[in-house]
């Protein structure tokens, strides 16, 4: 267990900073679910309106080095990908 004042800290701002990372990711896999429904159920208006929400969201959460830009951009290129497949 950490004994000195500045190992408490880092403890207390490592808690912190997981549970916020944790909740961005969370944001992202909520979006992304919704993406897919929209596909799985082959309504491409509603997908495309999703994709703008996965895409804030991402752009958003890599901002904040969450995640890193180009994994961002990655997962944005394999969504747009799926969405092309629906035309």
Do not use: P, Y
């Not at 950490?2 to 490592?14: D, M, T, V």
């Not at 549970?19 to 993406?35: G, H, L, P, T, Y």
């Not at 997908?47 to 804030?56: H, I, N, P, R, W």
């Amino acid at each position: 267990m950490a004994h000195s004042l500045s190992a408490k800290k880092r403890i207390r701002q490592n808690t912190k900073a997981r549970a916020r990372n944790r909740w961005r990711k969370d944001q992202i896999k909520q979006v992304v679910r919704e993406f897919d429904d929209a596909v799985k159920a082959n309504d491409k208006a509603k997908a495309t309106e999703q994709l703008k929400a996965v895409f804030s969201t991402l752009d958003k959460v890599a901002s904040k080095n969450t995640i890193h830009k180009n994994a961002a951009s990655r997962q944005k290129a394999r969504l747009s990908k799926r969405l092309a497949k629906l035309a």
